[in-house]
């Protein structure tokens, strides 16, 4: 199984329509999780961390489910510019030091 | 905002040749890590760096490899003798003491 698991996509979806993602890590002692967000060719983007409460930060919301081992990203009333790939991360305390291990991406595409 | 900087944007070389890649973290962060992402695959966690070493570090990341802070800002990725499945953006990033880190814009290497 891998590390960190995320549905490649696409996922078309019309503007103002609601969107979820999910990711799944394999291993139970991850630490923090992360959603970035990354336009074509740049860099990833720190979107939210993900806390154990969840968290919302306007159209996104971000959720963990530590017994099922995913977190899951909500993005509400989507906009064209919401159109990227989605990498969810995790924080992986190994040796004393911190690795984080990403996802492929989840590629979003949303039509005029 | 402060940003993680890296030069060059692109750098093209042949097989076999060295190449130095730059990244100026944010001041006061602490810990400094490389990632790869090979066009069309997933960003892949190199080496972390604290306290002027090596702190954990991927299979990926052999002999051919080695990292240095030359000085209180700078922080390089040494390749020797590349290889064309070299070719990819290298994107360094940088954390302060909490989990939440931030990307360079990366450098794009083609090795021909």
């Known amino acids: 199984r891998k590390e960190v698991e995320q549905d490649p996509g696409p996922f078309n979806v019309p503007e103002g329509a609601t969107v979820a993602f999910n990711c799944t890590y394999s291993n139970s002692a991850s630490q923090s999780f992360f959603w970035y967000r990354q336009d074509c060719r740049k860099e990833p983007k720190l979107l939210m961390s993900v806390y154990s409460s969840g968290n919302e930060d306007g159209r996104f919301t971000a959720q963990l489910n530590r017994a099922s081992q995913y977190i899951s990203l909500l993005i509400r009333d989507s906009k064209l510019s919401d159109s990227a790939t989605y990498l969810c991360a995790v924080n992986l305390l190994t040796s004393g030091t911190y690795k984080y291990i990403f996802g492929t991406g989840t590629r979003l595409k949303v039509l005029a | 905002e402060p940003e993680v900087t890296q030069t060059p944007s692109h750098q093209v070389t042949q097989m076999g040749q060295e190449v130095i890649l730059r990244c100026v973290p944010i001041?006061?962060?602490?810990?400094f890590y490389w990632y790869r992402q090979i066009l069309g695959q997933k960003v892949e966690f190199l080496v972390s760096f604290y306290n002027n070493e090596i702190s954990e570090k991927s299979e990926i990341f052999d002999d051919q490899f080695s990292v240095e802070r030359p000085d209180g800002s700078n922080f390089t990725l040494k390749i020797r003798s590349t290889k064309l499945e070299d070719s990819a953006m290298y994107f360094c990033?940088?954390?302060?003491?909490?989990?939440?880190?931030?990307f360079g814009p990366g450098t794009r290497l083609t090795v021909t």
């Open positions: 001041s006061n962060h602490l810990y």
């Open positions: 990033a940088s954390r302060e003491g909490g989990h939440e880190q931030y």
